[in-house]
Every structure is written in structure tokens, then in C-alpha cells.
């Protein structure tokens, strides 16, 4: 199909890297276009781009363990983005109808990387999401 991207690295497959890709395309323009986001702008920028970093590092390892790993700190930074619009809402910079988008982009990317972490561990996650 001619408007499909082209898959070079074997994380570019997953659902989850391509919808941590398309939430920071959406956070993009509400950064740089709203002017009152003070620090909560580089916090978001930053926690929004460690979602598919760790997300790409962790696919890349071999053992469980070490995938694991990376797939947490991508589930944290997912988490702290959710936090970072509510603050931003709470400080009515933002609106909840503009997060809206947002936090069901962050809803599936969580529950995907929770997906990740249950095949890649023994570990009780019951209640965690």
C-alpha cells in the first residue's frame, strides 16, 4: 500500500510504538501552541517521547526480564502524561474536551504496554492499569 510507512526496525510493528508515535503527534501542536503550559510543557514533551523510546529499547532486548523492564518505564511515562493534562485542566490552561483525545490515546497505550509486561513476566498485575 503506497501511504503505509516503511518498517525498518521490528518495533515499528508494534501497535503500541505506532499509537505512542501518533499521541505525541497529537500532543505536538497543543504544545507549541499554547503559550501558558509553563513547566508542565517540557514535562509532557519529555514523558511523551519516553513512551515509544523505552517502548523501541525494550523490544530490542532479549531476555524477559530486561524487556520488562523498559515496557514499566514506557507504562510510567504513559501514566505521567495522563497526570501532567489533568494538572494542566486543574490549572484551567487546558480544557477537559481538548485532553479528551489525549487520555484515550494514553488509555490503549497503557492498556497495551500492561499487555506487554503480563507476557513478559510472572508478576501479579491484577488492578495496576
Not at 501497535?15 to 503527534?25: D, E, K, L
Not at 523498559?70 to 490549572?91: P, R, T, W, Y
Request: proline share 5%.
Amino acid at each position: 500500500m503506497p501511504n503505509e510507512p516503511e518498517i525498518f526496525f521490528a518495533h515499528e510493528k508494534l501497535v503500541v510504538y505506532q499509537q505512542s508515535i501518533a499521541f505525541v503527534a497529537w500532543l505536538t501542536p497543543i504544545l507549541e501552541s499554547t503559550t501558558r503550559l509553563g513547566d508542565s510543557k517540557d514535562q509532557l514533551d519529555r514523558a511523551s517521547c519516553s513512551i515509544g523510546s523505552n517502548i523501541a529499547e525494550g523490544n530490542g532486548k532479549f531476555s524477559p526480564k530486561d524487556r520488562c523492564r523498559f515496557f514499566d518505564i514506557a507504562h510510567g511515562s504513559a501514566l505521567e502524561c495522563a497526570a501532567e493534562l489533568d494538572q494542566l485542566v486543574a490549572k484551567k490552561r487546558l480544557t477537559a474536551p481538548q485532553i479528551r483525545p489525549g487520555k484515550k490515546q494514553l488509555r490503549e497505550i497503557v492498556s497495551m504496554l500492561m499487555g506487554l509486561i503480563k507476557s513478559n513476566s510472572d508478576r501479579d498485575y491484577r488492578g495496576k492499569e
